[in-house]
């Protein structure tokens, strides 16, 4: 478990981002590195930005779901978890996502806080025993009504669903629906983006009909303390996760007082699909546990191909690995970012994806830093003019404009936005570099190089803003750049610098003529169509 604060000691605040946890019943696809790699990239911005960040990931691993699928591939439920959540760990691993947990439901201390806050709403009359009867659908995990059905399928996925008839505890929904309704009227910036408000609204209003959380009818979950028939539905097991990845045992023991600073400024990253579960079952969970709700759930769209969902039966799905290892882990991260607003679905083309990895990496950025990597070596012996240079304002303007807006656009979850800004600043950068054409220059003559030395100058002192700036979506290229650079890279541990703290940075690491590498690497080898 890490948890990096901020290098200048001084924190700005907390910020805890959640992914949903991921079922095991298969290998990890796009999606899930999508909804992972949002959540990395605000992860790494608010560190870079003085908060005290937790950034939680992991595996949802019980339920029917996971028994059926063990049950075909012969396996136990927790055997198929044990092997499925390491293809996770090691996308995340491969994506360089910065979690400071890997939770697993079928850890310790999460079965005891999954148990301990069944016990409390329980004793709190928030949870009373009954019987259930009504549909199920296996693959969502989801109860659903008679009227709901679409010819007696699931209205969400379209598969089968199956009636059930068993004993149950129920949590009430009712008795909280209008606490609901007043909170997310109160807290405009609950569900992001503001258009999906709607949609639960329009839910909630239908009226509440109070949750079954526990099953008889299959073994495989968290067994309802003191009557060992019932697990509890894997849902209520689910969301709890959020409370026992930054402590909540230690917590209610009165041991964890960054639990609730934590909890306040939580942002759940999740799917579109299951927004409902995250915007009424969870904060009526955390109501009758006497917790506030959660700051901001921001549903993202889907990935699509051809405009269908990926599915495994339709043989559609895009795997991520294999765009890995051909183009690197921050060609995905940055196709997956910029290509569609947040919230909106996209459809996954390959041939989009090299067009645009040739076009924004390859070219635009790619041939930048290296362009002006070989000027410095060859114009200076590889030393960025120091202190008595100055750099170009006018064209520094854009990249100080894109840094003061950051703060709004990580907020608004801009992402698209802020990386289309960042790469016009970069081809800002490159037409500067173009009609300013430093080769033409003699450095012998005393004026021209004067001239020179300030393009150079200006030059580095923006790839220094670039690196940054793309630093919280395409890591790896940021700490490529500061290599060549001979700059630590932005994430060293008890290093960060803060948006409005990056000039001054800049300055002091480029005053006294900081010497760069003698061969630039290529950061993104441009990709032929046939390939
Ligand atoms: N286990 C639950 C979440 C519990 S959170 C307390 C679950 N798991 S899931 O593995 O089915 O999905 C996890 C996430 O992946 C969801 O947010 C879902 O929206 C996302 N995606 C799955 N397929 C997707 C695409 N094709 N595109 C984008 N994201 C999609 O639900």
Known sequence: MRNNNCGSGKINGYFYVTTPIYYVNDKPHIGHAYSTVIADSIARFKRLSGYSVFFLTGTDEHGLKIEKEADLRGATPKGLADSVHIKFKELFSELNISYDRFIRTTDADHIRTVQTAFKKLLENGDVYLSEYEGWYCTPCETFLTEKSLMEGKCPQCGRQAVKVKEESYFLKLDKYEKKLLDYIAGNPGFIKPDFRKNEVLSFVNEGLKNLSISRTSFKWGIPVPGDDKHVIYVWFDALLNYLTGIGYEDFIAGKNPDFMHFFKSVNHIVGKDILKFHAVYWPIMLFALGIEPPKTVMAHGWWLTDGRKMSKSLGNVVDPVSLINKFG?????????????????????????????????????????????????????????????????????????????????????????????????????????????????NIEDPEEKTVLLKILKTAAVSIYHISYLIYPFMPETSKKINGIFNIKPFDSAGFSVRPEDTAAHCSELFKDGCRISEKAEILFPRIKFEE
């Open 329 to 441: 882990p921050d060609a995905l991260r940055y196709y997956l970012l910029s290509e569609i607003t947040l919230g909106l679905d996209g459809d996954f083309n390959i041939d989009n994806f090299v067009v645009r990895y040739n076009s924004g990496l390859a070219n635009d950025l790619g041939n930048l830093v290296s362009r002006t990597a070989a000027m410095l070596n060859k114009y200076t012996g590889g030393a960025v003019p120091g202190a008595d240079v100055p750099e170009d304002a006018a064209v520094l303007k854009t990249a100080y404009r894109i840094l003061g807006g950051l703060d709004a656009g990580y907020d608004d979850y801009d992402f698209a936005k802020i990386l289309e800004d960042i790469f016009r600043f970069i081809n800002t950068l490159n037409k500067y570099i173009n009609d300013s054409a430093p080769w033409k220059l």
